[in-house]
């Protein structure tokens, strides 16, 4: 999935070697993920809605968020790679294409962590604390869509492992992901934790394990931004 951020590059920009084939051979290996897209995607949008109108929890509406913002970085490279090939760009239109895309995941990130800032500090502020089966489940859907993100980035890495070039975007796109599919097993242990010790202050841990989320998503975002 790291490849996602870099098909527009040639060799003239940062060494990456990438052409019009490529491109299309990107299109056709997305289109095979399309189900999983999907998936993922109706897992974190329920996650959201669970975690905001029934569980009111934060950690869980920033997890979910997270998962978003992996499984829309593949909805946008999808268009990237088939803009590439519509349009038969050359190198130097190419990259500046993949400039504008990094652009649009910027406003994504942004955009969900002032949503996840913002409720946090609500959250502190007041003396409402979650609902903790609805924020097992939701906390759960939210698990299996960042499972998906995996599988289609170890996918897309495997089979296209013939590109020699695991670039600095990869890796930190790949960091992203693992990160928070492990906020995800975090989020849903302390679900549990309310669970078995009702008399726990929620509406403390919640909003502060959310805010631990908005520096994370932030840091990581910065760097997948950077590019290669």
């Not at 056709?28 to 999983?36: A, I, M």
């Not at 349009?87 to 996840?116: C, N, P, S």
Request: aromatic residues 12%.
């Amino acid at each position: 999935m790291g490849e996602l951020t870099s098909m527009s590059h040639s060799h003239d920009h940062h060494g990456i070697v990438h052409d019009y084939a490529h491109a299309k051979r990107h299109i056709h290996e997305y289109r095979n993920y399309r189900y999983l897209f999907i998936v993922g995607l109706v897992g974190a949008i329920a996650e959201f809605l669970i975690a905001l109108i029934l569980a009111r929890s934060v950690s869980a509406q920033a997890d979910a968020i997270h998962a978003l913002t992996h499984l829309s970085l593949y909805a946008l490279a999808y268009r990237v790679s088939r803009q590439i090939v519509v349009r038969r760009m050359d190198a130097h239109e190419a990259y500046h294409y993949h400039e504008q895309f990094l652009k649009y995941y910027a406003f994504l990130v942004f955009t969900g962590l002032g949503w996840i800032f913002f409720t946090s500090i609500a959250k502190l502020q007041s003396s409402e604390g979650v609902t903790t089966s609805y924020m097992l489940l939701s906390v759960s859907m939210g698990l299996c869509a960042n499972i998906i993100a995996l599988k289609i980035l170890n996918n897309i890495t495997k089979n296209h492992g013939e590109i020699a070039y695991i670039h600095r975007t990869h890796q930190w796109l790949s960091l992203d992901t693992w990160g928070d599919f492990a906020f995800s097993v975090i989020v849903l242990i302390t679900s549990l934790l309310y669970m078995l010790f009702p008399s726990l202050p929620t509406h403390i841990i919640d909003p502060i394990l959310s805010l631990c989320a908005v520096g994370w998503i932030g840091w990581s975002g910065i760097q997948i931004m950077k590019g290669p």
